[in-house]
């Protein structure tokens, strides 16, 4: 048995609660494919109720809402001690689609709080956490149990920016930036017909993203 020298090892920097400096530009790093915060010139860094507030010290109303999701406004005293108490619990954080205790209060509480009293017979289902999920699942319910593949949409309504909810969407600037074509039978003339679906799809190009956009 031979015994070889301890090799040198670069000592491990301390850890410690200070948060250095910032080496780079967040807006040049990160990527332009964002929205709001080109409108806001501002970098938010405390919420409560519904009140937002900057580095500054600025503070805003907020009239946004997380898009509608924050009906109980920001840091809700009960709501925020139950989601701590939940972690400091080491309770389920991430699951998936597994059974949970908390998952089974839930339910119990929706049936019997909003379905029963209204005697409605339906079934719950966890899409997603946002409303392009509810509608692409919505979607896709449809069109298994009916066999049928068009979807009536209205025009100028919104769903969500995945494929499926864009393709009922009627706003030509959110289809166009998915590259999604705006097709109608005025600006389509040239369109093939699949007679055993229905689909109408479309070769003119009138109906290209850029046109869709323009």
């Not at 519904?50 to 009906?71: H, K, P, Q, R």
């Not at 995945?162 to 600037?173: D, E, F, R, Y």
Request: hydrophobic share 35%; with cysteine; charged share 20%.
């Amino acid at each position: 048995m031979t015994m070889t020298a301890p090799t040198e090892t670069a000592a491990k920097p301390e850890l410690t609660d200070e948060v250095s400096a910032p080496t780079v530009d967040p807006i040049e790093l990160e990527s332009g494919v964002r929205s709001y915060s080109r409108g806001w010139p501002a970098v938010f860094t405390h919420a409560k109720g519904s009140v937002l507030t900057a580095e500054d010290g600025s503070e805003y109303i907020d009239f946004f809402a997380g898009a509608g999701t924050l009906n109980y406004g920001h840091n809700h005293p009960e709501l925020k001690k139950v989601v701590i108490d939940h972690y400091l619990e080491d309770r389920v954080v991430h699951g998936l689609d597994m059974f949970t205790d908390v998952r089974r209060t839930f339910l119990q509480t929706f049936d019997e709080k909003i379905l029963k009293p209204r005697g409605l017979d339906y079934k719950v289902a966890f899409p997603g956490p946002g409303g392009t999920n509810a509608v692409e699942a919505a979607l896709k319910l449809a069109r298994k149990v009916t066999g049928r593949e068009s979807v009536v949409s209205f025009t100028n309504g919104f769903h969500g920016m995945t494929l499926g909810a864009l393709s009922v969407t009627g706003n030509s600037m959110k289809r166009g930036g998915a590259g999604i074509p705006w097709c109608t039978p005025r600006r389509c003339r040239s369109t093939t017909t699949s007679v055993r679906s229905s689909r109408t799809s479309c070769t003119s190009s009138a109906c290209s993203p850029t046109a869709a956009a323009a």
